[in-house]
């Protein structure tokens, strides 16, 4: 059996859409092996909101590696043990399809190098912003080209990531159908702009850039109305003293960069504006994950899923 931790991630960061995204130190477990038919077990946060039959993402991935590699009459009995909430803008899904790729590749002797594994879990998420992260860790900068993903990868430091989790889901699809099929070209020049900067306030720690930087037009003000709160929230967590904010994938959750000594005030303040709105919600502290997807020794005990702050 072959054992994978894959952390969470959040994508569309500020104006970097579909490019920009984060891997967090919150994590899946994906368990593989062999098996006669396919076996899915679920266990954990969300698991009746993940698709228990051979349309999981992990198990698509997984499947889509043993034909590559010549085992197509393969089939396996795959666990997730879930910590990442499902259907709120933290890439489960990409996190499950990361680790059915990963462990099929190990469970059949590594024959899939590095950078073809990045190109096919980007392939089969239909963009890197998610996918890329969570193989890589780090911040990842990612496109996907006619020959490949080109991606460049960043280690920021001295940064906590503070995440407010409403109590509700946004469909990909809503989230999707949102968006308009054009936008003005100053909205497009805004975005492009404040997309240099985030990125290099994130190489050079000048975080006190973000707050202009995650500035975006091109995607939250269309989706707003599916997330109350969402502008009060931003609000919020810039007041308290977050360096930037911004809608974390399609939604509903909200991401603040936010300095190490006040993160945890900050989730507070996060969480209160959304139960001011009256939405239920749960904030968290979480670290920049650096590692991405690893494969780990079956008994080894998961992490455990950071405590909510309040």
Known sequence: M??????????????????????LSLSMRIELDRSPNPEIVIRGTGADLIPQGPEHPAYRAARFVAELVGESDAHFR?????SIPPTRGLGGSAAALVGGAVAANDLFGGQIAAPDLLNIVCELDGHPDNAAPALLGGLVIGALTPVGVSAVRLEPKDLKVVVAIPDFAVSTTAARRALPDSVPHRDATFNVGRSGLLLGALATGEYHLLRVAMQDRLHQPYRSHLIPGLEDVIEVALETGAYGACLSGSGPTVLAFAPETGATEIASAMQAAFEARGVVAESWALDIDLTGARVEPPEEVMAHAPVPVS
């Not at 054992?3 to 920009?20: C, E, I, K, W």
């Not at 795959?78 to 879930?82: G, H």
């Open 2 to 23: 072959i054992s994978v931790r894959v952390p969470a991630t959040s994508a569309n960061l500020g104006p970097g859409y579909d490019a920009v995204g984060l891997a």
């Open 78 to 82: 795959l666990v997730q043990e879930n």
